[in-house]
């Protein structure tokens, strides 16, 4: 499937050459591996994986509404009531827990299947308004171009698996890994998410 945007093309080339190597990383690790707490975190390292394969369901949520005229917004629920991200994504790691990779995985692929479809029907034009990004733990409220908020999310995949590597000391060096997370989206959010507690990043 072609998009109709060729930003948008490279976003989704993105995406699916980092799942690849996402899927490949996780399936490499052990289960104690796997279940190893991430320092500085409340989530082991298999739940980085739960989280990566449902946050989908919400930016399926943000982006359709650009394709009927409207603007990208995380802070509002399917219902239009307020949508906490970070309460999200920790109920949707918990609850996955305990599932094999392969269930995780099976369900990312058809929420990025739908996602991907939906992407594809974006045109530059669209990419070009604002999206209201409602803010984390870590980030404040702010609106920025779409395609700009794209662009950092295209690295979701190795931004998260340099969490993960946290807790996997023994990996840190392969030189993969090392060149997979060697971009400035990487680095990036990682020098935010080390910043004092307390202190915030504009969006």
């Given at each position: 499937m072609t998009a109709k945007s060729r930003a948008i093309q490279g976003v989704i080339e993105?995406?699916?050459?980092?799942?690849?190597?996402?899927?490949?990383?996780c399936?490499?690790?052990?289960?104690?591996?796997?279940?190893?707490?991430?320092?500085?975190s409340t989530w082991v390292v298999r739940d980085f994986a739960a989280h990566l394969d449902t946050l989908d369901t919400a930016l399926l949520r943000w982006f359709g509404g650009v394709?009927?005229?409207g603007q990208a917004d995380s802070g509002r629920g399917a219902d239009g009531a307020p949508f906490d991200v970070d309460?999200?994504?920790d109920a949707q790691a918990a609850e996955r827990r305990a599932w094999p990779l392969e269930r995780i995985f099976a369900e990312a692929h058809e929420n990025r299947r739908q996602l991907i479809e939906l992407m594809s029907e974006l045109t530059d034009e669209?990419?070009?308004k604002p999206m209201h990004?409602?803010?984390?733990?870590?980030?404040?409220?702010?609106?920025?171009p779409l395609k700009l908020f794209l662009a950092g999310w295209a690295q979701h995949d190795p931004i998260h698996v340099a969490d993960m590597i946290k807790a996997l000391p023994e990996r840190a060096s392969d030189p993969e890994i090392v060149a997979w997370l060697d971009n400035p989206f990487v680095h990036g959010y990682q020098a935010l998410m080390s910043a004092p507690h307390g202190q915030k990043e504009e969006a």
């Open positions: 993105a995406i699916i050459e980092n799942r690849r190597r996402l899927e490949a990383f399936y490499s690790l052990s289960e104690e591996q796997l279940m190893r707490p991430v320092p500085d394709t009927q005229g309460a999200f994504n669209q990419i070009e990004f409602a803010g984390d733990a870590k980030r404040s409220a702010g609106d920025l």
